[in-house]
């Protein structure tokens, strides 16, 4: 049975499961298989014919699920899939058991383990006073030294965010995806609008936002952020260590 994209984004609860982001990882190459309530991500292993799955912030599987993921192996030659689902901290014991139950074994995380979540509900003044002193007066020297914050969707910050990306990953030494694949992500994502700073509400698409941080008309600092449905995800940033201070 096919599945529109509004129907399908609202059962799920993650940007890695959202309909825009198999949208976008087939532009990358990438086979996107949608069944079950999941999405799984298809690669290929070099110089084989066979592949592996990626099923990342999907829901714990149950036994039919189980199933399905077992089917979409047999159908695409997957020697395995790495099922990493979206569950709190205090459930992870029971819910790794009932895995093991339904034939799962353990392995080694692709994606981040963990993640930490920020109640932004709170006014302003509110969230500055849960701060430690030391984040509150850092924030306090950089708007009296006139950096600014805003959200800037333009062609020229996202350009800037890619030059970023490239000093950072050369400075720290870890790796980063090429700028290609950010493109490619930003084409699919990036082309929602917003007004005066504000995300729009209700919606259930998945987009992509670039916050800077500019000092003396240079941007220095850039997030990417992910909206989808009530939460703001964080997964890409990048600086200059132009003005470290």
Not at 206 to 229: D, R
């Amino acid at each position: 049975m096919n599945t529109s994209q509004g129907e399908w984004n609202k059962q799920v609860e993650h940007p890695m499961q959202s309909w825009e982001w198999g949208e976008f990882r087939q532009l990358t190459g990438i086979k996107v298989v949608r069944e079950g309530g999941l999405q799984v991500t298809i690669h290929k292993i070099p110089h084989t014919t066979l592949c592996v799955g990626y099923c990342p912030k999907g829901p714990m599987p149950d036994k039919d699920q189980a199933q399905v993921l077992k089917k979409i192996a047999r159908e695409n030659n997957c020697i395995y899939i790495k099922v990493e689902p979206k569950i709190e901290m205090q459930d992870l014991g029971f819910k790794i058991e009932d895995l093991r139950k339904l034939g799962f074994m353990s392995g080694r995380p692709l994606f981040t383990k963990y993640n930490f979540v920020l109640d932004v509900r709170p006014t302003e003044a509110e969230l500055l006073a849960s701060f430690k002193q030391k984040t509150r007066y850092n924030i306090k020297v950089a708007q009296k030294n006139g950096v600014t914050v805003e959200i800037d969707n333009s062609d020229a910050a996202f350009e800037r965010y890619l030059e970023l990306t490239q000093e950072t990953t050369k400075r720290q030494g870890f790796y980063a995806h090429s700028p290609r694949y950010h493109s490619t992500m930003w084409s699919v994502l990036g082309n929602s609008q917003i007004t005066n700073n504000k995300f729009q509400t209700g919606d259930n698409k998945l987009s992509a936002h670039l916050l800077v941080a500019t000092y003396q008309g240079q941007i220095i600092t850039t997030w990417i952020l992910f909206k989808f449905k009530d939460t703001l995800y964080y997964p890409y940033g990048a600086s200059t260590r132009d003005h470290p201070t």
